[in-house]
């Protein structure tokens, strides 16, 4: 795989997500576009590199998700989504054997699964951080950590939905990323003929 | 040195789930670090980070201000929003009087027609006049109002409040436009006083008492009656004198708010009658005009 490539499609990604996301919104869930090109990294990756490619674009999305502080000042927390994108990666690589990986519609559902994992990831650290330092307020107080994961459930149904037409696109880009195509050759009787 | 030998050290060490690992707990370390900690520096390599995805985010915002503009602020102190608003406030008092106006002349209209439903086919032609105002002398508390000799009206012609109520007759001859009426509770009436809750349509109007009613102080009228007459308090006061048309007669005068002993007649009684309305209260009246002589 080629890491430049991922970078780049990582960084469009939080673009779009920063800027022209906001017009897709269905009601208050806004879907993320990063989501999808980490899953479909990872249904494609190897898996040695799948925690590792998400921790990456979970760090970027924290970098660019700073929490507004009471005084007005913007404080950029690095760790929630990071590891909400590991746990997350962590539940899809499991599933690359049982899912066709091309298809878009596994993507989407691969999605979905990553998206909520990696949020109820992101509002556990939250929690155990305001557990610990007591100032500390996340980017939903008011309200309550299980509101929030509700709201990031919906997101997560969201994102799963625009995955189907994202992953398609990706698709066509797939010889630009330099996933691997080897098989693992077995031996076998015709081999032996042959 | 050491820190080049510690690097190689752990690049050794730290390889495929390990590596995971390792990242993982320093994510969680970095998590929980106080904000003392990290504002001095995150939010520095955020803004590095962002620098290359600023001319995407523009380029993502500028389409989406094209496909979705964004929505003015609303500035409550704009001198469009102050028109606006003004205007709107005009309006609803243009309705609000348009609201009042109507309502008004349902009333009128009302009283109309149960003058007319009581006038019947005699001829008698209906009116409705406002009252603009009292005599400026005040001794016979005389009305004011907008009809006048040009509308047909002419002295004691009977007005009528609220469709069933006797408030007074024109005073003497009429203006041009304007007539001045004498308040009921200023003439001398001849009436009958009927129970409260009404009567049977077939008795005769001769077997309720009957008496004749003189103004009095504070706005009263007083009678006689017999010591035998069934009078009550509440009971109501109803027109039967010929002398203010047919239209009036039968119609409500007022009520019965005292029956109390005659010191100079023993075996009578004086009834104290109050109007039930005030013409100089009421903003608009029916005339009750008599058809010229000679008309059929």
Same mark, same amino acid.
């Given at each position: 795989? +080629? ?14 997500d920063?800027?022209?996301g906001g017009i897709l919104k269905i009601g208050e869930s806004q879907p993320r576009f990063l989501p999808c ?33 009471? /005084? ?13 994108? *590991? ?21 989407g559902?691969?999605t979905l699964?990553?998206s909520l994992?990696a949020s ?13 330092? +007591? /100032?500390?307020?996340?980017?939903w107080?008011?309200g309550?950590?299980?509101g929030e994961v509700w709201r990031q459930a919906k997101v997560a149904l969201v994102n799963g939905l625009v995955a ?24 076998? *009787?015709? +081999? /032996?003929?042959? | 040195? !050491? ?11 730290? =390889? %495929? ?23 001095? @520096? ?23 201000? &094209? ?9 409550? &102190?704009?001198?469009?929003? $102050? ?48 009252? $603009? ?16 000799? &040009? ?10 409040? =609220? %469709? ?28 009958? $006083? ?8 077939? =008795? ?16 009263? @009228? ?34 019965? &708010?005292?029956?109390?002993? !005659? ?34």
């Amino acid at each position: 795989m +080629r890491w430049a490539v991922y970078i780049l499609f990582t960084l469009i990604a939080l673009a779009i997500d920063a800027s022209f996301g906001g017009i897709l919104k269905i009601g208050e869930s806004q879907p993320r576009f990063l989501p999808c090109v980490v899953v479909f990294a990872i249904l494609s990756a190897p898996r040695p590199y799948a925690v590792r490619i998400a921790m990456m674009a979970g760090l970027l999305a924290d970098l660019l998700s700073p929490v507004l502080r009471s /005084d007005g000042t913007q404080l950029v927390v690095l760790g929630p989504w990071t590891l909400g994108f *590991a746990l997350g990666s962590l539940a899809v690589v499991p599933l690359r054997t049982l899912l066709y990986r091309r298809n878009p519609i596994s993507s989407g559902f691969a999605t979905l699964v990553f998206s909520l994992l990696a949020s109820v990831v992101f509002v556990a650290v939250w929690v155990l951080r305001m557990l610990l330092l +007591r /100032d500390e307020t996340p980017s939903w107080w008011p309200g309550t950590g299980g509101g929030e994961v509700w709201r990031q459930a919906k997101v997560a149904l969201v994102n799963g939905l625009v995955a189907v037409p994202t992953v398609w696109l990706l698709e066509k880009t797939r010889p630009l990323w330099g996933f691997s195509t080897a098989k693992r050759v077995i031996p076998g *009787a015709a +081999r /032996d003929l042959a | 040195m !050491n820190a080049t030998k510690l690097l190689q050290y752990l690049s050794t060490r730290l =390889r %495929g789930p390990r590596l995971d690992g390792a990242l993982a707990v320093l994510a969680l370390v970095l998590a929980i670090l106080p904000a003392r900690a990290l504002a001095p @520096w995150t939010g520095d390599v955020a803004r590095i980070v962002a620098v290359p995805i600023v001319p995407i985010m523009h380029l993502g915002m500028a389409l989406r201000e &094209r496909i979705r503009p964004p929505r003015e602020v609303f500035d409550p &102190r704009a001198p469009e929003v $102050i028109e606006l608003e003004m205007a709107a406030e005009r309006y609803r008092t243009l309705f609000e009087q348009s609201r009042l106006k109507t309502e008004a002349l349902e009333r009128d209209l009302a009283a109309v027609k149960a003058v007319r439903a009581r006038a019947g086919s005699g001829g008698v032609q209906l009116e409705t006049a406002a009252v $603009i105002g009292i005599d400026p002398t005040r001794r016979e508390g005389l009305v004011r109002i907008s009809l006048g000799a &040009r509308h047909g009206v002419h002295r004691d012609a009977a007005v009528i409040l =609220r %469709g069933d109520i006797f408030g007074g007759v024109v005073a003497n001859d009429p203006a041009e436009f304007v007539s001045l009426v004498r308040p009921s509770v200023r003439c001398s009436l001849g009436v009958r $006083i009927y129970p409260a809750e009404g009567v049977d349509a077939d =008795r005769a109007p001769a077997v309720f008492p009957g008496t004749v009613l003189k103004p009095a102080d504070g706005g009263v @009228w007083l009678g006689d009656l017999a010591s035998d007459a069934e009078v009550r308090e509440g009971q109501v006061v109803r027109l039967a004198d010929d002398r203010y048309g047919n239209v009036s007669k039968g119609m409500r005068v007022g009520r019965v &708010r005292r029956v109390l002993p !005659n010191d100079q007649v023993p075996l009578a009684r004086v009834v104290e009658v109050e109007p039930l309305a005030h013409l100089v209260d009421e903003a608009t009246v029916v005339v009750a005009i008599d058809p010229p002589e000679g008309t059929p």
